[in-house]
């Protein structure tokens, strides 16, 4: 394999795994049990980042010590989420660049992460107002304007990743709010009612990091 899994240490009984895809080709992955699957997508950039989407996936499940379950086929659920193994939650995120997987096997109910590149100003300046409120702007101290929505957006992205597959309900970007950001970590509050009774959905907190050209966001749920 020419290129190389990058260990991410970002959630507490998990495994988070990140490939560059400018590393990698479609050869390097043909020992996946999508592969096959994968051809329907067609040939090029988009069958590239489902399978390194997948391979990250595969070697994160291979460091939870899932067993077997580890180099079985991830199946797709009716909506579109990757079925994980009995135990095991999980998520995947991909751009143009990269690619990334984490799972758990430990305590947590849902699990998101999103990965988004840079956006530029200009690009910002158009989508600013259906992502984000004038005061959700203001809390994003230090950052051009298209660092802040690129980072409001992940943010955003990231928590319905982890709460979709445990609710199934749809959030609009004006359902999530945010209430505080510091250097670590971005607080959130969801304002639409989900059915959800665990602890940590009062008051989301979602890491983050600017890595790579990109904002990495990071969140896991549990039960108690």
């Known amino acids: 394999m020419s290129c190389n899994f990058i260990e991410l240490n970002l959630l507490p009984d998990s495994q988070s795994i990140l490939l560059k895809l400018s590393e990698c080709s479609i050869e390097d992955f043909l020992y996946l049990p999508e592969i096959e699957f994968s051809s329907f997508l067609g040939i090029g950039k988009r069958q590239k980042e489902f399978l390194a989407g997948r391979a990250c996936a595969h070697e994160a499940l291979k460091r939870c010590n899932v067993g077997q379950a580890a180099t079985q086929f991830l199946s797709i659920s009716d ?3 990757p079925i994980w193994p009995t135990g095991v939650v999980g998520c995947i995120s991909h751009s143009d660049y990269l690619a990334l997987a984490s799972v758990s096997c430990g305590s947590a109910v849902a699990l998101g992460v999103d990965l988004e ?5 200009e690009r910002a300046k158009d989508l600013r107002e259906h992502i984000l409120s004038k005061h959700e702007l203001s809390l994003v101290k230090g950052k051009s304007l298209g660092e802040a929505v690129t980072l409001i957006f992940s943010v955003k992205e ?3 990743k ?8 749809f959030l609009d970007f004006f359902d999530v709010r945010v209430v505080k950001i510091d250097d670590q970590a971005i607080y959130v509050k969801i304002e639409k009612n989900l059915g959800l009774n665990y602890p940590d959905c009062e008051v989301l907190k979602v890491r983050y990091s600017y890595s790579l050209d990109h904002v990495i966001c990071w969140l896991s749920i549990v039960a108690s």
């Not at 590149?117 to 100003?121: A, K, T």
């Not at 982890?162 to 309900?169: D, E, M, N, V």
Request: proline share 11%.
């Open 79 to 81: 909506d579109r989420l």
């Open 162 to 169: 982890a709460l979709y597959p445990i609710c199934r309900t």
């Open 158 to 160: 990231c928590i319905y």
């Open 117 to 121: 590149p840079l956006i530029s100003n």
